[in-house]
């Protein structure tokens, strides 16, 4: 049975960056919703944020969602992909669900270059908005299938980690 390998977690977890590498191991495609919303909307992320709102850019990643087909594939999600209840029947019609936890410190160092452009985190105490964003969304990520720790790994061993953890949920 054609399924994807959906990764979700925190922006800074390395969803993309893990996907990517996942994809090239396992000979999968490498889809990302926040590119296909980009290329749909003509606009990145922190323009549909602000021009729409983001309400707006919610109800696009769930019609998305629901526009996928189940095949062999590696999905990277955008992070708050798992706030509507909606979205996981969806993920579950589409394949196993990942979760690439890290820990808060580990994704401050992650995002400390890149935070301009990731529209929640555009306040001035963005270290703590981060923290509740990850109090706040921790539960729902913790309802995938697989949960892979991120903290210590670098790109190439945290893909082959996800791929360990897939094949031995996978052969249960």
Not at 66 to 90: H, P
Request: with cysteine; hydrophobic share 40%.
């Amino acid at each position: 049975m054609d399924h994807c390998w959906i990764l979700i977690g925190m922006m800074g977890a390395g969803k993309s960056s893990v996907g990517r590498a996942l994809a090239d191991l396992s000979g999968r495609p490498f889809w990302d919703t926040d590119q296909m919303l980009q290329i749909k909307l003509g606009r990145s992320i922190s323009q549909i944020f602000q021009v729409y709102g983001e309400d707006a850019f919610r109800d696009h990643e769930t019609c998305l969602l629901k526009s996928l087909t189940a095949e062999s594939a590696v999905l990277s999600t955008g992070g708050g992909i798992v706030l509507r209840e909606a979205n996981w029947s969806e993920l579950a019609r589409l394949g196993t669900t990942i979760y690439l936890r890290a820990k808060p410190d580990t994704l401050i160092e992650r995002l400390e270059s890149s935070k301009k452009k990731r529209p929640l985190l555009l306040v001035d105490d963005w270290q703590n908005r981060l923290k509740a964003l990850l109090e706040l969304r921790e539960p729902l990520y913790l309802q995938a299938d697989i949960v892979v720790d991120m903290d210590d790994e670098n790109v190439n061993s945290a893909a082959e980690a996800v791929l360990n953890a897939i094949r031995k949920v996978e052969s249960d």
